[in-house]
């Protein structure tokens, strides 16, 4: 999820260099980047908790 996300930020990051730039683009680009931010406090509060990696379920509650 994370790289894929990061290849479509670099891929618009382009895009908003060129003649493609436009509000639509930089929009996409703030909420993937917000997006890729709660992907990384996920892991970093996985790792905290021993279990990334690990196919164990967490309720979202308490993720939050």
């Known amino acids: 999820n ?3 996300i990061n290849i479509v930020i ?6 908003q260099k060129g ?7 930089q929009l996409a680009l703030e909420h993937l980047r917000h997006a890729l931010s ?3 406090q ?9 279990v990334e990696g690990e196919n164990k379920q ?3 509650e308490q993720d939050l």
């Open 2 to 4: 994370v790289d894929l």
């Open 10 to 15: 670099d891929n618009l990051e382009h895009f």
């Open 19 to 25: 003649q493609f730039a436009c509000e639509y683009n």
């Open 38 to 40: 709660w992907l990384n």
């Open 42 to 50: 996920r892991t970093k509060d996985r790792k905290a908790r021993g």
């Open 58 to 60: 967490w309720k979202l």
